[in-house]
């Protein structure tokens, strides 16, 4: 069993910046890749980012890319969602997850879900 806890999330003007932490529980946290998902009202939970178990491999959805970084600290037990040049389209809240493979998160599907962070940004 795997929980996660978001924070980091608020309110910040467009173009600016918001670093979201994810910790998790136990100590198998370097045997699952790590991923962040959002979700914005009346809309469906999108993929963000994601990042291998050892933190060698990232993906990005294309609409964060040269924006969000995804990285880990395997020693803390915690992944981050750096994300710079917000904008008004990045509201939403924000989910933490888990799960064995990249490849299920790439597919929005995952073992554990952390409770979410609101990231709202004024224009």
């Known amino acids: 069993q795997v929980q996660l806890v978001e924070s980091g999330g608020g309110l910040v003007q467009a173009g600016g910046s918001l670093r979201l932490s994810c910790a998790a529980s136990?100590?198998?946290?370097?045997?699952?890749?790590m991923g962040w998902f959002r979700q914005a009202p009346g809309k469906e939970r999108e993929f963000v980012a994601a990042?291998?178990?050892?933190?060698?491999?990232?993906y990005r959805a294309d609409s964060v890319k040269g924006r969000f970084t995804i990285s880990r600290d395997n020693a803390k037990n915690t992944v981050y969602l750096q994300m710079n040049s917000l904008s008004p389209e990045d509201t939403a809240v924000y989910y933490c997850?888990?799960?064995?493979?990249?490849?299920?998160?790439?597919?929005?599907?995952?073992?554990?879900w952390g409770q979410g962070t609101q990231v709202t940004v004024s224009s």
């Open positions: 990042i291998s178990r050892s933190g060698g491999t990232t």
């Open positions: 997850a888990a799960d064995q493979l990249s490849s299920d998160l790439l597919r929005r599907s995952a073992d554990y």
């Open positions: 136990g100590r198998t946290f370097s045997t699952y890749a």
